[in-house]
């Protein structure tokens, strides 16, 4: 079902994205034939939020702010599309589950999953969110992101257990993120989920920070047999996907600059 003022604020941006010259706060009521008041009102809340800009004649304009979502998007879809054919490469060489996921805000969301015939059940689906400390593709955005970056969401992070194993300490997870840094990628270990073992690795892009992490997942006794053999191709395939987008790995004391 949809929300009625949601569904108006995607109106106004459509019908502005076709006003680069801007429209005033009647005009936009009169092109998609609603009340004035309301337009108002919704009109001046995006621009005080930033998602719209106001000249000197009182017309308004699409704002900064979606230009930074648009972004966001565009490289989610770029980093995708660019990499689902390693991530296919990857489950038929591991004959395990593997997931590709972005940062968001404070929080990983999956954009990708390529299910093995004998993929294990998870939570974790395209689209939905999981915190970084606890999963072994927020841990490797923790581990690989520039130094600021990484405290400024450490300090963000509320400590909840999930399992037995799940980490509810910041300093021995920053311990835990110095190993990853040295390992080239991270582990979960049955931290989220029971009985799920994962390793992850970063997908850098051409400034060098990480933009992704790709990961293979599966049952911890299975996982832990192939190890080295499924680390080896995780790293491999998150260098092929790195190169494919232009991006590539800057070097650990330089991340703090960015």
């Known amino acids: 079902m949809s ?3 949601a569904v108006r ?5 459509e019908l502005l994205s076709n006003h680069p010259d801007g429209l005033t706060v009647k005009e936009i009521a009169r092109g998609l034939s609603l009340p004035q008041s309301s337009t108002f ?9 930033g998602y719209l800009q106001q000249d000197p004649l009182k017309r308004y304009k699409l ?4 230009i930074q979502i648009g972004t966001a ?6 980093i995708s599309s660019q990499g689902v054919p390693y991530l296919k490469q990857l489950m038929d060489g591991v004959q395990e589950t593997v997931f590709m996921a972005m940062l968001s805000d404070d929080q990983l969301v999956y954009i990708a999953k390529i299910d093995n015939n004998r993929s294990i059940r998870t939570t974790a689906q395209p689209g939905s969110r999981k915190p970084l400390y606890c999963t072994g593709l927020g841990k490797a955005f923790l581990a690989f992101l ?6 400024r969401l450490l300090d963000r992070i509320q400590f909840v257990r999930f399992t037995r194993n799940t980490i509810t300490d910041r300093e021995q997870l920053e311990g835990q993120l110095t190993y990853f840094t040295e390992l080239g990628y991270a582990i979960d270990d049955e931290e989220n989920e029971e009985g799920l073992f994962c390793l992850a690795a970063p ?19 299975r996982m832990l047999k192939r190890k080295a053999v499924i680390a080896k191709q995780l790293l491999h395939t998150a260098e092929k996907i790195t190169e494919s987008i232009g991006g590539h790995a800057k070097p650990p004391e ?5």
């Open 203 to 221: 997908v850098f892009g051409a400034d060098g920070v990480i933009k992704a992490a790709i990961s293979t997942a599966g049952p911890k006794d």
């Open 254 to 258: 330089q991340r703090e600059d960015v």
């Open 73 to 78: 998007a565009m490289d989610s879809m770029d």
């Open 41 to 49: 009102n919704l009109v001046v809340t995006l621009f005080e939020e």
């Open 3 to 5: 929300v009625k003022s």
């Open 9 to 13: 604020v995607l109106q106004i941006f």
């Open 146 to 151: 520039p130094e600021k970056e990484r405290s």
């Open 63 to 66: 704002g900064a702010k979606l």
